[in-house]
């Protein structure tokens, strides 16, 4: 998808547990973007992954434009999100119009 659409500079997909995945196009963000990633030149993919549960960690990859890898590092260390944003314990919604419950 990130390939054949140039005006896509990332993609996320997020899962049920709140662990979530990103993926960027290293180069359509910038010279600045590259440069804060400290990334090879060689380096045209970043994939974030944001792991939860007992054994997950988030790490970052570099990825060649054929998808193989050549650098990992740790990503950052990741805390819970406070509770009022946790989609599934938000508060129900009214609706402005004829006032009826509806889940966020």
Sequence with gaps: ???NNDQLFNLYIGYEDGSFLEMDVVDRAGKAFRTSLKADEDVVYRLALIARG???SPKTTYLLQNLIRIAETPGPA???P?????PRRRPKR??????SVRLS
């Design 1 to 3: 998808m990130l390939r």
């Design 54 to 56: 007992e054994d997950a």
């Design 78 to 80: 990741v805390r819970p």
């Design 82 to 86: 406070p509770k009022a944003m946790v």
């Design 94 to 99: 009214r609706d402005p119009v004829d006032g």
